[in-house]
C-alpha cells in the first residue's frame, strides 16, 4: 500500500514537500514514480527514481523545480516542489513498478490515493 501527503494550498512562487510512504509490502526494490492529474485531464508523468535512488528522470516542466528522492530505511519516497505555478495543480499520485523507466501510468503495478496540490496566483 502507498499512502501520499504533504499536499495543500500554496501560492504560487511557493514550496511544498509530498511523501509518499509504503506499507504492508516492501518497495525498497521498487522504481517509484510521482503522477498528478488535473480535473479533466489525463493523469500525467512527471518523476521518477530507481530503487536505489541513483537515477531520476522528469518530465520537462518540472525539470530544475522538482526534485525526487528517497529513503529505503523509512520506505518513503519524497517529491520537493519549488517555485510552484498555478498549472502545477492537479492530485499528486505515487506510484510502484518493478521495472525502471516508464513514463505510463500502465507501467506501474501499485498506486496511492492521491493527495492534492493547489497553487494560486
Known amino acids: 500500500q502507498l499512502v501520499e501527503s504533504g499536499g495543500g494550498l500554496v501560492q504560487a512562487g511557493g514550496s511544498l514537500r509530498l511523501s509518499c510512504a509504503a506499507s504492508g509490502h516492501t518497495f525498497s526494490n521498487y522504481a517509484i514514480a510521482w503522477f498528478r492529474q488535473a480535473p479533466g485531464k489525463e493523469r500525467d508523468f512527471v518523476a521518477a527514481?530507481?530503487?536505489?535512488?541513483?537515477?531520476?528522470i522528469y518530465r520537462d516542466s518540472v525539470k530544475g523545480r522538482f526534485t525526487i528522492s528517497r529513503d529505503n530505511t523509512k520506505n518513503t519516497v519524497y517529491l520537493q516542489m519549488n517555485s510552484l505555478k498555478p498549472e502545477d495543480t492537479a492530485v499528486y499520485y505515487c506510484?510502484?513498478?518493478?521495472?525502471?523507466?516508464?513514463?505510463?501510468?500502465?507501467?506501474?503495478?501499485?498506486w496511492g490515493q492521491g493527495t492534492q496540490v493547489t497553487v494560486s496566483s
Open positions: 527514481i530507481t530503487w536505489n535512488g541513483i537515477v531520476t
Open positions: 506510484a510502484a513498478a518493478p521495472n525502471f523507466g516508464s513514463r505510463s501510468r500502465l507501467g506501474y503495478d501499485y
